[in-house]
Every structure is written in C-alpha cells, then in structure tokens.
C-alpha cells in the first residue's frame, strides 16, 4: 500500500517562530488533508489541497501531487498552534481509505 | 463544525466482554469511517460504509463488525475485546461525490481493554 512519511517527528518552536512540515507519499493520490491534532485529542481540519497552494491566516500549504509530497507552512507561531500536524492522502487506488502520516508533535514555547 | 457525536467518549472493559462504539451525525452525509489511533501509528481504518447497510474492510479490520441501518448511525462492535484494542477510536464522516473526499473527524471515545 501506499506510504506516507512525514517529518520532522517532532518541532520545538519559540511563539513568533516559522516552520515547514513536509509530507511525503510514495503513489499517486486523489487527494490530501492536513489536520491538526490539539492536546485534547480533536481532529481539526487544517486543509484539503490535493493540489496547488492554499492559504488560512497563518497558516498555508503546497502540494506538488507530481512529486508526491506537501508541504504546510506555519508562520508567526502561537502556543495555541502546539499539537500534532497529521497528513492524510486518499489513494488513486483504494477511493476514501485514508493514510494517515505518523505526524509531526509540535511544541511552542512562550 | 460537522456535526459528529461518539458514545461513549470513555469506557473500561475487561477481555472477552463484547463492546459497541456509536457515531452518530446530522449532515447527512453518505460516508461513515471508523479509525482508530494508536501511538507511533497515526490513524489506521477500521471500517466504513458508504450507504445504509453497505460496508466495506479497512486496514485493520480483524477483531471488529459495523453495521448501519441508517443514514445517521454507524456503530462499531468488539465482539470479544481484547487488550490488543485498547485505543482511541476516532469515526469520520464525508460527503463524497466524484473525487472530492473531505473527511471530519468526531470527538473520538477512549476505550481501555484490562
């Protein structure tokens, strides 16, 4: 099946910092999400971008679907931003199954 | 936000006692998921529906049956718990059509097999 690397593993990050996580997977897909874990455990919808760039406040991300990767920007972080950051593609073979990354723990410090 | 309910969000169980997971939703929405959410794992599907009474296996299946007999609940059933499931079970909804797909994610329930 299709993989789906994300990295780095974990960020350490000062409030007003900027930062780039990378997704990156191994077939072609339908689509991508981000999501954004909060320390409560809530799934929170960041973006669904199966291609091309897509902006939200602070945050924004790229997915270049021909060479398989996405990339979501965070600028000016804020405490509130600390969590996990999840990738999830929709495989071209398999409609609606979504894989997941492992993720990205993000801590931001004050 | 979509509107997704988990019952029960916590439960205790022991091994070998039989356990069933709600998701309920008001958008309507054709697809149901179930996920569930280990350490170092991200999320790995269990089952999902893409109608009432029709489902499908995920990645993760063994161990677990849904079933749907309306548009509004999918529930998830461990016939036989086992420490192995001890997990945060996560069910998601979308509303598909062609290729878009965007899944919303429920509260999740935190279930611990002793």
């Known amino acids: 099946g299709i993989q789906v690397e994300q990295s780095p593993p974990d960020l350490i990050l000062q409030e007003g910092a900027n930062s780039t996580l990378r997704c990156n997977f191994s077939?072609?897909?339908?689509?991508l999400q981000w999501f954004h874990q909060n320390p409560w455990g809530q799934l929170i919808n960041l973006f669904y971008i199966p291609s091309g760039t897509k902006q939200n406040g602070r945050l924004s991300a790229t997915t270049v679907a021909t060479e398989r990767y996405s990339l979501l920007y965070i600028s000016s972080s804020q405490t509130t931003d600390s969590g996990v950051y999840f990738c999830?593609?929709?495989?071209?073979?398999?409609?609606?199954?979504?894989?997941f990354g492992a993720g990205t723990q993000v801590v931001v410090t004050p | 936000d979509a509107g997704i309910t988990q019952s029960p969000r916590h439960k205790v169980t022991e091994t070998g006692t039989p356990v069933t997971l709600r998701c309920h939703q008001t958008?309507?929405?054709?697809?149901m998921y179930w996920y569930r959410q280990d350490p170092g794992h991200g999320l790995r599907l269990i089952h999902y529906?893409?109608?009432?009474?029709?489902?499908d296996k995920g990645e993760v299946s063994d161990g677990y049956s849904v079933s749907r007999s309306k548009t509004e609940d999918f529930l998830l059933t461990l016939e036989s718990a086992t420490s192995s499931q001890t997990s945060v079970y996560f069910c998601a909804i979308s509303d598909g059509g062609g290729s878009y797909n965007e899944q919303f994610f429920g509260p999740g329930t935190r279930l611990t097999v002793l």
């Open positions: 529906s893409y109608g009432v009474k029709d489902t």
């Open positions: 999830a593609v929709d495989p071209t073979d398999s409609w609606g199954k979504l894989q």
């Open positions: 958008e309507n929405h054709r697809y």
């Open positions: 077939d072609s897909v339908n689509n």
